[in-house]
């Protein structure tokens, strides 16, 4: 597994002729989850769309697996990053199955194959039981289940494309606590078989509970970066937020957790 799956130096971007990302710079090697922490307009949706070649850099440089992300073909860019954005839009009653399924687009796998990854992901996203239904019929909660399920699906097997990156742009906001916990332990999963991961997260003690390493911004430029125990402390949240907080240690995680002051 390579070691420098995601290199990002230098980054800079912009929007609406300003800039809202500068300087950001990290490493993430294959297996390794980063959470992007930070205020509402700190620039983390543009980072994540960024890392998936939606928004070019206006200065400074992404690579993937050693190569420049825009010098990778679509299809084959395809097969190894997936996102879970904010919003997902879809006003066709297709399936819960035939959405996961959609996931699968970019390979060719074959029916058997792509059948028992929608199979695997509709389980691990705790929606089997809806695979059948349509998904506008959906709850919120639901959808944002099956979006993920669509995304895992894109990047399940290391056969299919190697190295892979999964971008997560708030994946748990529509869920309750029951969900939000196993999304992440499947996410958790799924780096401990060799994805890399970023997500964008507003829990502060579930991103330290899940990732490794931890990106905070403010404004677009880096607060802190390191592991959580170095990123979530009392300073560093007033720092980033401008609120008094208490940072204690789960008892059994031995993670930082953010209590309001």
């Not at 949706?45 to 697996?65: C, E, K, M, N, Q």
């Not at 029916?111 to 506008?136: F, G, K, M, N």
């Not at 748990?172 to 332990?185: E, Y």
Request: glycine share 8%.
């Amino acid at each position: 597994m390579s070691e420098r799956l995601l290199e990002v130096e230098g980054l800079a971007l912009t929007a609406g002729g300003r800039t809202v990302v500068e300087a950001v710079e990290f490493v993430l090697a294959a297996g390794q989850h980063l959470a992007v922490i930070g205020p509402n307009g700190a620039g983390k949706s543009t980072l994540i769309h960024a890392l998936i070649g939606d928004v070019a850099p206006a200065a400074g440089s992404i690579r993937l697996a050693g190569r420049a992300l825009a010098d990778w073909p679509a299809r084959e860019r395809a097969c190894r990053v997936a996102l879970l954005p904010q919003a997902s839009a879809l006003g066709f009653p297709f399936t819960v199955a035939e959405v996961v399924r959609l996931g699968r687009g970019p390979h060719a796998s074959g029916s058997v194959a792509d059948r028992d990854i929608v199979a695997q992901t509709l389980a691990a996203c705790d929606i089997a039981h809806l695979r059948e239904r349509a998904y506008t019929q959906l709850s919120g909660g639901e959808k944002q289940r099956v979006q993920l399920a669509r995304v895992m699906s894109q990047i399940w097997r290391a056969e299919d494309a190697g190295d892979r990156l999964l971008l997560l742009d708030e994946p748990v906001a529509a869920l309750d606590l029951g969900h939000q916990r196993l999304v992440m332990r499947e996410v958790a999963a799924l780096a401990a078989r060799g994805v890399a991961v970023v997500s964008v997260l507003h829990d502060i003690s579930l991103a330290a509970r899940y990732a490794d390493r931890m990106l905070a911004l403010r404004e677009g430029r880096t607060i802190a970066a390191g592991t959580p125990a170095e990123v979530v402390t009392a300073e560093g949240m007033q720092r980033l937020f401008d609120t008094r907080t208490r940072v204690i240690v789960h008892p059994d995680s031995q993670t930082p957790v953010v209590l309001h002051g």
